[in-house]
């Protein structure tokens, strides 16, 4: 299946793929500190497990940035 | 027009000509800014730039928030204050180079912390909000009281070589709540030792937000709303992702969940 990733295009062996996963193949280091949008509509954190994408789903990875001081 | 321009002197049409000659600001825009109120929530690596610019644009009226006092390891990055500041109170000495730069403007300096129970009543006073503060907790607090006051507001992070910021005009864009829900856990947020900031960052991510705020004022432009723009000063990338009010977002949604404004538990990383 293909997804789109912040923007860049990405194919997967599978039809559809947990968050949790993605986040894994991705490397994100910290993924307590990234918010999740799927189509528009971000996740709830305690739903990443649960929430399977598919084929042509548009994600984008919004990451927590605290500093400003 | 005519009788509005004689309302500055001499010196002010030559200290704001560069925005006089912009069509979409003119003196119009510059009447707007001078008549403008604007709350400034860090005077950090942030809030340092941005006071030094709104206080030059001649935004009239300028409060800022801080309780903490200059130390030397700010240096590096707040360009507002200067070594021979350490030890005083950081309002202060940014209320100081404000008003050097600019002494048409107010600059109203409040050294407190804010909390739930005093933000709502400080920022009531302001038409629109700069967040720069330097933790998680004053982020997501700002944000639901905007939101509950209907106040506009710039908020920005940073993090190494990276910054982040999106504009908001409660009920009618995304929140930074719909971006990104709650606080991250306390022990996920990078610790001090592990973090750190390219001096440079703050000044870039400093700098976009004090264009939203002249921008959203003088009403030039299409602001960040709807919009997280992030970049990677590494190599230079900078993107920006779409988004969208949330339904069931706690504090913009439908059907708000967050009534009242609570503290979340402090996780101050000085970066």
Known sequence: MHITVNGENKEFDTSSLPITTLLEVAKVESPDMVSVQVNGKVIDRTLYADTLLRDNDEVDFLYFMGGGA | ?271
């Open chain 2, 1 to 271: 027009m005519v009788k509005k321009m004689i309302d500055f002197t001499e010196e002010q049409l030559e200290r704001y000509s560069r925005h006089i000659l912009l069509a979409d600001v003119g003196v119009e825009g510059q009447i707007r800014l001078s008549s403008a109120r604007v709350l400034i929530i860090g005077a950090g690596g942030l809030g340092a730039p941005v006071a030094l610019y709104l206080a030059a644009a001649g935004v009239g009226t300028i409060g800022i928030v801080d309780n903490d006092i200059v130390e030397v390891s700010n240096l590096q990055r707040q360009v507002c204050h200067f070594h021979n500041n350490i030890g005083k109170a950081k309002v202060e000495s940014a209320r100081e180079k404000m008003k050097a730069i600019n002494p048409d403007i107010t600059v109203i300096p409040l050294e407190k912390y804010l909390v739930a129970d005093n933000i709502r009543e400080i920022i009531r006073d302001y038409d629109f909000v700069v967040e720069g503060s330097d933790n998680f907790p004053t982020k997501f607090l700002v944000n639901d009281a905007c939101v509950m006051e209907s106040i506009p507001f710039s908020i920005g992070g940073i993090l190494r070589f990276d910054g982040q910021a999106m504009t908001i005009v409660p009920g009618e864009s995304a929140c930074y709540r719909c971006a990104f829900r709650n606080p991250p856990p306390p022990d996920a947020v990078p610790s001090c030792s592990e973090a750190g900031v390219l001096g440079a960052i703050a000044g870039m991510l400093g700098t976009i937000q004090a264009a939203e705020t002249l921008k959203f004022i003088t009403g030039a432009g299409s602001l960040l709303t709807d919009t997280l723009l992030s970049f990677d000063a590494k190599n230079m990338d900078f993107h920006k992702v779409r988004l969208q009010r949330q339904d069931d977002c706690a504090i913009c949604g439908k059907e708000p969940s967050i009534r009242t404004l609570v503290d979340y538990e402090q996780t101050t990383c000085g970066i």
